[in-house]
């Protein structure tokens, strides 16, 4: 069964940095390309970011761009999300998504992590 | 682009039908999925390409439209299918949900 398990989330202040992880499992993770989607409490999705099946393509929402960089490792299977000088805005549960082969929607979702920026 | 869901919120009584929209503020083609998501679960992928259901999707759920206007349908509402539904567009980056729409029971 193909799943998604993401990790890393947690309490940071702003200006902090955290890594988020999803591990993979199930299916050729090679094969697909990823991205990470955030819904902060109570409001709706955002995409974040996406990376392409090799790595070779990145994409990144403005509201991120220059703080957040992703990557993967096809080796391990899974995905990152380094997150540098974090803002309370940036307080939500994180998601990691696999991208259907045809086009840039997600049939396969993670649990999602909880990242939450205070002081 | 922006993607514009309405209303809301809908208050359906179960059994009957329930219309969503979604409105883009350029031409998506038909580059459009719909999600439903549930309290405390992760969205579900119902509709892709504007109108073809996902798999497992049960008949009840029809997408239609293309260009920058979009509905979902539920023909008749059964009691888990009150959920928020997020439209989401993937034609060019970057990619956009829509503010969402959430379905109670009247």
């Known amino acids: 069964e193909a799943q998604l398990l993401e990790s890393g989330g947690g309490l940071v202040q702003p200006g902090g940095s955290l890594r988020l992880s999803c591990a993979a499992s199930?299916?050729?993770?090679?094969?697909?390309?990823m991205i990470w989607v955030r819904q902060a409490p109570g409001k709706g999705l955002e995409w974040v970011s996406a990376?392409?099946?090799?790595?070779?393509?990145?994409y990144y929402a403005d509201s991120v761009k220059g703080r957040f960089t992703i990557s993967r490792d096809n080796y391990e299977n899974t995905l990152f999300l380094e997150m540098n000088s974090l803002r309370v805005e940036d307080t939500a549960v994180y998601y990691c998504a696999q991208k259907l082969p045809a086009d840039w929607y997600f049939h396969l979702w993670g649990r999602g992590t909880l990242v939450t920026v205070s002081s | 682009i922006v993607m514009t869901q309405s209303p809301d919120t809908l208050s359906v009584s179960p059994g009957e039908r329930a219309t969503l929209s979604c409105r883009a503020s350029q031409s998506v083609n038909s580059d459009l999925a719909w999600y439903q998501q549930k309290p405390g679960q992760v969205p579900r992928l119902l509709i892709y390409g504007a109108s073809t259901r996902a798999t497992g999707v049960p008949a009840r759920f029809t997408g239609s439209g293309s260009g920058t206007e979009f509905t979902l349908t539920i023909s008749s509402l059964q009691s888990e299918d009150f959920a928020v539904y997020y439209c989401q567009r993937y034609n060019k980056w970057p990619l956009v949900f829509g503010g969402g729409t959430k379905v109670e029971i009247k």
């Open positions: 990376i392409r099946e090799s790595g070779s393509g990145t």
């Open positions: 199930g299916f050729i993770f090679s094969n697909y390309a």
